[in-house]
C-alpha cells in the first residue's frame, strides 16, 4: 500500500487524503464516534443541572433539547441560531439551553476503553483507520482536545461539516469518494443498525457495536485482528 496522507486538522473535520490500495489483502476500518469510542450522553451534564431530579430532567431533555432538536444542529444548523430559537418558546428555560455548548465538555464521560484498545492495536499494526460521525463542528473541537486517539485517524468526516446526517446514503458515498476509499476492503463499525445497514447497501462490510469484546470477536474472522 503507498498513498500521500495531509494529516493536520485544520477544522478539526474533513482530512484530504487519497489512497491507493496494490493488494487485496489490504483492510480499512471505519469507526462511528459516540457510542462506540466516546461515552457521550447529556444526561452526564444535567444530572448536575438538575440537582438529582431525574424526572425533570428527562422531561427536559424530551421537551426541550431533545434529541430530534439536536440532530439539526449535527445537520450544520448553527447553535445560535438553535438556542436563539429554543429560547423563544421557552424563555424560563434559557440557562438550561445554553448550557448545552457552554458546558458541552462535561456531556463527554470519556473513551469507551475496551473499544479504544482495539483502536490502539489497530493502529500500532497500521491499519488505515477512519471516522464518519454525527456530530456539530462546533461542539467537536472539545473532543477533539481530549481525545489523542481522534489524531490518529487518517480522514475524518462529520455530519456538521457536510451538511447529511447517517443514515443518508449520500454522506456513507460522499465519505467513500472524498477519502477514495474501496468499500469492498472496508469494516464500518457504528452503534446503530440504521447506519451499519446503509454501509452494508454501498458494499461495506457492517458491524453493529455492542461491546468490545463482542467487536474484537468481529474483526478478527475478519483478518483486521490478531
Known amino acids: 500500500m503507498a498513498g500521500s496522507v495531509n494529516t493536520e486538522y485544520s477544522t478539526g473535520v474533513?482530512?484530504?487524503?487519497?489512497?491507493?490500495?496494490f493488494?487485496?489483502?489490504c483492510s480499512i476500518a471505519v469507526f462511528d464516534l459516540g457510542g462506540v469510542l466516546i461515552d457521550w450522553n447529556p444526561r452526564y451534564l444535567y444530572r448536575k443541572l438538575f440537582d438529582g431530579d431525574p424526572e425533570a430532567m428527562e422531561e427536559f431533555l424530551a421537551t426541550v433539547c431533545t434529541e430530534s432538536w439536536n440532530e439539526q444542529q449535527d445537520a450544520g444548523r448553527p447553535f445560535a441560531d438553535a438556542c436563539a430559537?429554543?429560547?423563544?418558546?421557552?424563555?424560563?428555560?434559557a440557562e438550561l439551553i445554553d448550557a448545552w455548548v457552554r458546558r458541552y465538555d462535561e456531556m463527554l464521560a470519556g473513551p469507551i476503553s475496551g473499544t479504544v484498545d482495539i483502536l490502539t492495536k489497530l493502529n500500532s499494526h497500521?491499519?488505515?483507520?477512519?471516522?464518519?460521525?454525527?456530530?456539530?463542528?462546533?461542539?467537536f473541537p472539545a473532543a477533539l482536545k481530549r481525545f489523542e486517539f481522534l489524531k490518529w485517524f487518517w480522514g475524518v468526516m462529520l455530519s456538521g461539516e457536510v451538511k447529511l446526517l447517517k443514515p443518508d446514503p449520500r454522506i456513507f458515498k460522499l465519505f467513500l469518494e472524498t477519502f477514495a476509499i474501496d468499500p469492498a476492503l472496508t469494516?464500518?463499525?457504528d452503534d446503530r443498525e440504521p447506519n451499519v445497514e446503509?454501509?452494508?447497501?454501498l458494499g461495506m462490510h457492517g458491524i453493529l457495536f455492542t461491546d468490545a469484546p463482542a467487536l474484537r470477536?468481529?474483526?478478527?474472522?475478519l483478518g483486521l485482528f490478531h
Do not use: C, D, Q
Not at 14 to 21: D, K, N
Not at 126 to 139: C, I
Open 14 to 21: 474533513v482530512l484530504p487524503v487519497r489512497i491507493f490500495l
Open 217 to 221: 470477536t468481529e474483526l478478527i474472522g
Open 126 to 139: 497500521r491499519v488505515p483507520l477512519y471516522a464518519l460521525s454525527n456530530w456539530s463542528v462546533e461542539t
Open 187 to 189: 469494516v464500518y463499525v
Open 23 to 25: 493488494m487485496a489483502e
Open 198 to 201: 446503509a454501509a452494508m447497501a
Open 85 to 93: 430559537s429554543l429560547k423563544l418558546v421557552h424563555p424560563h428555560k
